[in-house]
């Protein structure tokens, strides 16, 4: 019994040492307080049975003790989930989504007074609040929260960038098709992906309702019908760095969104490009050029669900992604999916809707749009809330534990959770013990002035 004790107790202090050291990484004051106290807890509570294991009492508390951390073990284990949750994948009668609809294209109907009269004309129900939305400024320009007048320009300039580099969606494919290994080439594919900076790519066949059905960002072609044939898509993730997330929505949260769109853009160019130069048609979708929808392509593609917040959440960086994707005529093999039962832990945790200050955030169940059933936002409350503060607030990702940075510790705190749905309830317990149920956000004097160092990839101090 003593050297069982023992056992527990060094291992249960290993754990809350993880957490304690993880907690210390993150600055999260409440979570080291918290480690720090299990740890005495634990070492105390054990000290004292080994120390009196020859008592009665201890004997009985003992044992009781180890059976129930020994049962604890063993059910955390069990995998098993009663109900299946996930996007309705195979009901391929889903209706497309009109780009038109979508808020930044809404939002562009400012600029274009002839197209917004006939957008309006069709849909008075968005006329009154997206005059609203038109009234406020820009996010890039002056008046929102948490403009800075040299940090805001940065993530503009990062999106003209892209804006720049709209051309490079579509491409010349090379004369002649060559004869490829698909399994070769699409190791080689994902092998690009890899060394450019993605962290998870899946591939998944190409679906109707993967496509937005008109085209709504751009004057040129607004109102075109999106006419995409091609047989696979390619989804390709990067991670956005946790830390400068934690800030958010002060204006660190668009500096990391618009470096990993740019980032997620620089890899789906290139395998774009590469597919063909095999002399195979290829169209890379990245941020203001998608003819796709990323998030139920990426859950299509196995690479996480779709959560509460209307957006991916990846196994391992939860909504702390931005996504990209290449479309190609080849017949690439599809990624098998697995089921992270995220759904499952949307439905029972809601922290990102108690904590949206636009209230944007389904506190109930997935309602039944175009013929599936999902959660999705109220677009027009987060826009307005993004110009408010001048950025792309980032506070609902914040707040996900499915967010917290890619730990060991983290990582086995989202393995516990995929087992059972009693896992799921004591995660949750234990993360809003740890990080806090109710977050405070950051005020504009909280906003630091030396961003980009904060930056888990800036090594170079700059002062
Ligand atoms: S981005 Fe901000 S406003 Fe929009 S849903 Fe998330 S928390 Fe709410
Ligand atoms: S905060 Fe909770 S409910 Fe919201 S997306 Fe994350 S896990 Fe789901």
Redesign the pocket.
């Known amino acids: 019994m003593f050297m069982i004790m023992l056992l527990l107790c060094i291992g249960l202090n290993i754990l809350f040492c993880m957490s304690l050291s993880t907690s210390l990484r993150e600055r999260e004051i409440r979570a080291i307080f918290c480690s720090v106290f299990a740890v005495a807890v634990n070492s105390i509570f054990w000290g004292l049975l080994i120390y009196y294991q020859q008592t009665a009492v201890a004997k009985i508390v003992g044992a009781v003790a180890v059976i129930a951390v020994l049962f604890f073990c063993a059910v955390s284990m069990i995998h098993y989930f009663p109900k299946v949750d996930g996007l309705q994948t195979a009901n391929t009668g889903i209706e497309q989504y009109d780009e038109r609809d979508h808020m930044f294209s809404r939002n562009s109907l400012q600029c274009y007074p002839g197209i917004a009269k006939e957008y309006y004309d069709k849909h008075p129900e968005f006329s009154e609040i997206d005059a609203k939305i038109h009234e406020k400024p820009e996010l890039g320009e002056k008046g929102g929260r948490f403009y800075d007048s040299y940090l805001t320009p940065v993530a503009a300039a990062a999106f003209n960038v892209l804006s720049k580099t709209q051309h490079l969606v579509r491409g010349d494919r090379a004369e002649d098709k060559a004869d490829i290994d698909i399994e070769r080439f699409t190791r080689i594919i994902k092998e690009i992906a890899y060394y450019y900076g993605a962290v998870d790519l899946g591939i998944a066949r190409l679906k109707g309702y993967h496509l937005y059905s008109h085209a709504g960002r751009h004057q040129e072609n607004y109102g075109e019908p999106i006419e995409n044939n091609h047989r696979s898509a390619i989804v390709i993730i990067v991670a956005m760095d946790a830390k400068m997330l934690k800030e958010a929505p002060t204006v660190s949260a668009i500096l990391e969104s618009s470096k990993q769109y740019v980032e997620s853009a620089k890899i789906a160019h290139i395998i774009a490009e590469y597919i063909r130069s095999f002399g195979y048609d290829a169209r890379s979708h990245v941020d203001g050029s998608y003819e796709t929808l990323c998030v139920p392509l990426a859950n299509d593609a196995g690479l996480g669900e779709v959560?509460?917040?209307g957006l991916l959440?990846h196994p391992v960086y939860?909504?702390c992604v931005r996504i990209s994707v290449v479309t190609t005529e080849l017949e690439l093999p599809k990624t098998k999916g697995k089921n992270y039962h995220i759904g499952t832990?949307?439905q029972i945790?809601?922290?990102?809707?108690d904590n949206c200050p636009a209230g944007a955030i389904s506190k109930t169940g997935k309602t039944s749009t175009r013929d599936f059933e999902h959660w999705s936002i109220k677009q027009e409350n987060c826009y307005s809330f993004w110009k408010d503060v001048g950025t792309d607030c980032g506070f609902?990702i914040r707040?996900?534990?499915?967010a917290r940075p890619n730990t060991l510790f983290h990582r086995l705190a989202k393995y516990y959770v995929s087992r059972n749905p009693l896992n799921q309830r004591i995660g949750l317990l234990l993360d809003n013990l740890l990080y806090g149920k109710k977050i405070k956000m950051k005020t504009v004097s909280e906003q630091s002035k030396t961003i980009l160092q904060k930056c888990a990839a800036c090594s170079v101090d700059v002062t």
């Open positions: 959560g509460r917040i959440i939860g909504p832990f949307c945790c809601k922290k990102c809707a609902c707040v996900c534990p499915y």
